[in-house]
């Protein structure tokens, strides 16, 4: 509509340069078209009036459309279509206002003289005014109907149609709580209530199906739990049977099988684990309880999940971390798992301070991971193209877990390319 207001103010623009443009070239000039038609009229007066000379009161009943005066030789008036001041008018005055005029003669003598008491622009002046005021009305008259006609269509089609359009994108935003006004006067009134209803039956299947997701994350923690206990059980019962086959002999062949059966076991764990855990986290319920610990938890930690003795660890400062110590178990787990899984050569761990957080960079010495796909290996199921077509197991769980355990204790998780080798820096607040 913006468009529309500028066209009609150029379109009342236009029409009143063309006003103007006629009131210019219609002025009146000293050459004047309708002079001939008035030296016609005069001729036609002054031959009645040479036929009438004997009574003049009878030239009354003629028009001609134009007033005039019948004088004498003195300037005295005999007759006149109008009254004339002091009833008296020369041909001097005549020519002063431009009057056309002509002497009245008869066998010779001179009678006295016809003068016309308008020089023909009295009434062209009155015919250009009167075209102009048409004009002007016309020109406002026309511009007042399209600018009506412009806000009945904002009313009634364009603010209808732009609510819509509105409407509809809230609707693709997933904004299901707003109405939409009904409004019937407008052209499409008639559809309003319909998209309404659309709009709520939208909501209601958009909140059965939040609540459908809730029933079927909240199923997946729930198994994910309960298949906790058997694997344990499972892991449990080999880590015995092979305690006690270690020391039979001929049983060597049930001692590596019992072997490989904890090791499934143990993956059967942690990706149960991490399915645990990332459930909880879509459900709201991934707790993390932040205390003061001392720094040298970390070196446990990396004792504990390095059961090949792969990593070799710098001495960490001495400084108090806000931490959650079992959560920072899962973060650290996940980090040494994957470069097992993937790199299989050593880990460097170094520390460093910087301003409020303890770096802690773990870096393995394997292929490392395209630096396209650096922004999404933190993703929830993403795994990396190499580590997709490797035979390791894997959910792509890990460093998505990891990653969303540093946040949540204020913290980061930043993967980087370092040389040859795959780095993971931790960003872990001081107290």
């Excluded at 019937?184 to 199906?209: K, Y």
Aim: aromatic letters at 8%.
């Amino acid at each position: 509509m913006k468009k529309y207001r500028k066209v009609l103010i150029a379109s009342g623009a236009v029409y009143l340069l063309g006003v103007l443009l006629f009131a210019l070239f219609t002025m009146p000039g000293k050459e004047d078209p309708d002079r001939e038609a008035l030296v016609l009229k005069l001729n036609e007066i002054v031959h009645i009036v040479e036929e009438k000379r004997n009574d003049p009161g009878s030239l009354g009943g003629t028009e001609y459309g134009v007033d005039y005066a019948v004088t004498d030789t003195l300037g005295e008036v005999q007759f006149s279509t109008v009254p004339v001041e002091n009833g008296r008018i020369s041909v001097e005055t005549a020519i002063k206002k431009g009057y056309p005029y002509r002497y009245i003669l008869v066998d010779g003598r001179l009678l006295g003289c016809v003068i016309l008491l308008d020089d023909g622009s009295a009434q062209f002046a009155k015919l250009r005014i009167r075209m102009l005021l048409g004009m002007c009305v016309f020109g406002a008259a026309l511009i007042t109907a399209a600018g009506l006609f412009g806000m009945y269509v904002t009313k009634r089609i364009y603010r209808p149609f732009r609510e819509l359009k509105d409407f509809a994108g809230r609707v693709a935003e997933g904004k299901l709580d707003e109405p939409l006004s009904m409004d019937r006067s407008n052209m499409f009134g008639a559809f309003s209530e319909s998209f309404d209803i659309m709009r709520e039956e939208l909501r209601t299947a958009r909140i059965r199906e939040a609540d459908l997701q809730k029933r079927e994350k909240e199923l997946v923690a729930s198994l994910s739990h309960d298949l906790k206990t058997p694997i344990t059980g499972i892991k449990l019962t080999s880590e015995l049977l092979s305690a006690k086959l270690a020391h039979t002999p001929g049983m060597e062949d049930y001692t590596e099988k019992i072997a490989n059966i904890y090791k499934k076991a143990d993956q059967i764990d942690v990706l149960v684990s991490d399915l645990f855990s990332a459930t909880l986290e879509e459900l709201g319920e991934f707790k993390v309880n932040c205390t003061d610990e001392s720094s040298q938890i970390l070196t446990e930690i990396l004792k504990k999940y390095d059961d090949k003795g792969l990593v070799q660890a710098q001495d960490v400062p001495e400084v108090l971390i806000h931490i959650d110590p079992r959560r920072m178990h899962q973060v650290i787990g996940n980090i040494i798992s994957n470069s097992y899984k993937y790199a299989g050569t050593g880990i460097e761990v170094s520390y460093r301070l910087v301003e409020e957080y303890l770096e802690m960079s773990v870096r393995d010495f394997g292929p490392g991971v395209p630096e396209e796909e650096l922004g999404m290996i933190l993703g929830k199921f993403y795994r990396g193209k190499k580590w997709a077509e490797s035979k390791e197991e894997g959910s792509g769980l890990g460093l998505y877990i990891a990653s969303t355990l540093m946040e949540k204790m204020d913290g980061e998780l930043l993967p980087s390319n370092e040389g040859r080798g795959f780095k993971i820096t931790l960003m872990i607040p001081l107290s």
